[in-house]
């Protein structure tokens, strides 16, 4: 779970990174339409028309509310008394059930943002719901600054859920924030859920409340592209070492899934979280995928058994060797797992180099009009599917229509391509460009080579494009090599394993009835244990598998009296079994005269103890039957008062 948490958080990290930078282009639009509502409005309007801004596609969900405030935040930090500063309320669904709760919702998320500014008295405020009431907050928080040279802040309002509001509300809302809005500069920003955003404003929305906004619809990214980005960024980028890469197995389900089920990006992150904890929770050397725990550290865990058997064959410790030797062998032994680890991580990154080289080339070659790998209209030329290919050591197509298109291109476009090759190996890390410094040396070469700008050499231009198809096919080949090689490479690398599809659709049915038919073999398979589970008898179980085996025996409509007194059997033996055998010895001598007098307390205390046990079972029956119930497996009928039906046939283990 360490090493889990300590690449998921590095791949985390990154991910957020990705998704802001993916929603960084609409975020800076809609700052610009915020900075400008009130600026760029059309003359001679009868009236003001309030911005209202619609982010369409629910691909990042609220995400992109949180990245415009933390953006509008920096944007006042850096240009503060330059642009102008917003203030900015959340309004969920909730919060508008109807009018007076919509519009306390809205005052008291501007008034009490700032509180520490305006100090309220109870006693000479106004209603927490009226506008008159922001409005006075507002012109105090002015103090004065009032300027032309000063824009006044904007009331900010983002509507979450947009579509989950009740309209009729939200229409007498949107009116009141209308008749002031000369006074109090409010934008909204609305986040959509639906593509078909401006159908649905019509048809929500009455005429004359469209006529007091003056809406604008901005889209964020969606599709496969999101997907792209992630995996390029994430398992291709030349920089980002995820430390486990996944197999075309994992990848081409997580691209099936969210082109299929779920296109939203935080469910990407979610599947991503369980293919990594799947991954390094389930592998027996899971521990050593982060870094090798010290000697200290690995001397009491039954994982080291397991390495010492992937390690290659050493000399082993002889009977009379002493612990100093054998601490050496074993630090001999773990120094192998760092430079396997290592070596992994070298082949990993000639892949993604390879990667990036291959979309340098493909991309220059659309621009130029040449036909890509990536045009076509099936799924097997996207993105996607090439670094699928490249993972399996599959992608000698590809290669050899781009080298193909390269040996074609004129002087002037092989100087671009060299450029732009050029530009790419230069902006590797150090450590890169030295372990690149051939491929870097070549493309120099092949610059020098070429003729002057303004020239044609026709038989030089050919040999220097063949040059160059021929070292991209050769770079192709030698990177590009399957991942499934070398020490404890199954450590950092899924392989051919399959997705664990039970992750994310587990079959609730099959578990529920296992857990009740077998509850010591579920619990041991749960807690990941080894032992091996021993011979239960019935009454050996909890009420619940008590009951539910009961449950099995009977027909389609249970008769609740009968089902209560074969489970009151049960217990009985239950009661009989866990009973301990009296011990004469401690008792105390009766006196004659008190004989009498003893047995019937004894009758009493016999007859209230079974009245308590009775009680009891009657309590656990109706606990047992309440939890079968609320699991669904039974099904009240009006027909009889004291009878239930089945709702689950044909267990094949009962």
């Known amino acids: 779970m360490d090493a889990y948490r300590n690449i998921w958080g590095k791949c985390l990290n990154r991910l957020q990174e990705i998704g802001k930078e993916l929603q960084y282009p609409t975020v800076q639009a809609l700052v610009q339409e915020i900075n400008t509502s009130y600026s760029n409005a059309l003359p001679g309007l009868p009236r003001v028309e309030v911005p209202f801004l619609c982010v369409v596609n629910p691909t990042f969900g609220s995400s992109v509310l949180d990245v415009l405030e933390e953006e509008l935040g920096d944007t006042n930090e850096q240009l503060e008394g330059v642009a102008p500063r917003c203030h900015i309320a959340h309004l969920h669904p909730f919060d508008a059930l109807n009018l007076m709760s919509g519009m306390k ?346 003729p002057a700008t303004g020239t044609s050499n026709a038989e030089i231009q050919t040999v220097i494009g063949k040059d160059l198809g021929d070292w991209f096919t050769q770079r192709m080949s030698d990177y590009v090599v399957p991942l499934d090689r070398g020490l404890l490479w199954d450590v950092w690398y899924t392989g051919r394993a399959p997705f664990p599809l039970e992750l994310i659709n587990p079959s609730f049915r099959a578990s529920m009835i296992a857990a009740l038919l077998r509850p010591t073999e579920y619990t041991l398979a749960l807690n990941r244990t080894n032992e091996e589970p021993s011979p239960v008898s019935l009454w050996e179980l909890p009420d619940t598998s008590i009951l539910f085996r009961r449950y099995l025996d009977s027909g389609k409509m249970i008769n609740v009296y009968d089902w209560f007194e074969s489970f009151q059997l049960v217990l009985e033996t239950q009661r009989k079994k866990s009973k301990k055998a009296p011990s004469g010895k401690g008792a105390s001598p009766t006196k004659a005269r008190g004989k009498g007098k003893g047995k019937r307390q004894e009758v009493e205390d016999n007859e209230e103890t079974e009245v308590q046990w009775r009680i009891e079972v009657q309590a656990r029956f109706v606990r047992a039957l309440q939890e079968l119930d609320y699991l669904g497996f039974i099904k009240h009928t009006g027909r009889k008062a004291d009878h239930v039906l089945r709702t689950v046939f044909d267990v094949g283990d009962s």
């Open 105 to 450: 919702a809205l005052v008291s998320g501007f008034v009490d943002s700032d509180s520490e500014k305006v100090k309220r008295r109870a006693a000479t405020s106004l209603a927490p719901y009226d506008i008159s009431y922001l409005k006075a907050w507002y012109k105090a928080s002015l103090n004065g600054e009032e300027s032309h040279a000063s824009p006044r802040p904007k009331l900010l309002i983002l509507l979450h859920d947009f579509e989950q509001f009740e309209p009729s509300v939200l229409q007498d809302m949107l009116y009141i924030c209308s008749l002031h809005v000369s006074e109090m500069p409010f934008v909204i920003v609305a986040l959509l859920s639906s593509p078909a955003s401006s159908s649905y404003m019509h048809i929500s929305f009455s005429r004359a409340t469209l006529s007091l906004l003056r809406i604008r619809y901005l889209s964020l990214p969606a599709g496969t592209r999101i997907l792209e980005t992630v995996f390029s960024e994430l398992f291709f980028h030349p920089e980002f070492n995820p430390i486990v890469v996944f197999g075309p197995e994992f990848a081409s389900f997580i691209a099936d899934y969210f082109a299929r089920y779920n296109s939203s990006f935080q469910g990407l992150i979610s599947i991503l979280q369980l293919a990594f904890m799947k991954h390094l929770t389930s592998h027996p050397l899971g521990l050593i995928a982060h870094d090798t725990p010290s000697q200290d550290q690995f001397g009491g865990l039954p994982q080291l058994d397991t390495l010492l058997k992937r390690l290659p064959h050493q000399n082993q410790s002889q009977p009379g060797s002493s612990s100093k030797s054998t601490r050496h062998q074993l630090a001999t032994k773990l120094s192998v797992v760092d430079d396997a680890r290592n070596h992994f991580t070298q082949r990993a990154t000639r892949l993604r180099l390879a990667f990036h080289t291959l979309k340098i080339v493909q991309s220059y070659m659309e621009s130029q009009g040449y036909k890509g790998i990536w045009d076509r209209g099936d799924r097997s030329g996207s993105v996607v599917s090439t670094m699928i290919g490249m993972l399996e050591n599959r992608s000698g197509a590809e290669v050899k229509l781009l080298a193909g298109n390269i040996r074609k291109l004129q002087t002037s476009q092989l100087e671009e391509l060299l450029m732009q090759l050029y530009t790419f190996f230069e902006l590797l890390s150090p450590e890169q460009r030295v372990a690149e410094e051939d491929s870097r040396t070549k493309i120099v070469l092949l610059r020098s080579r070429l």
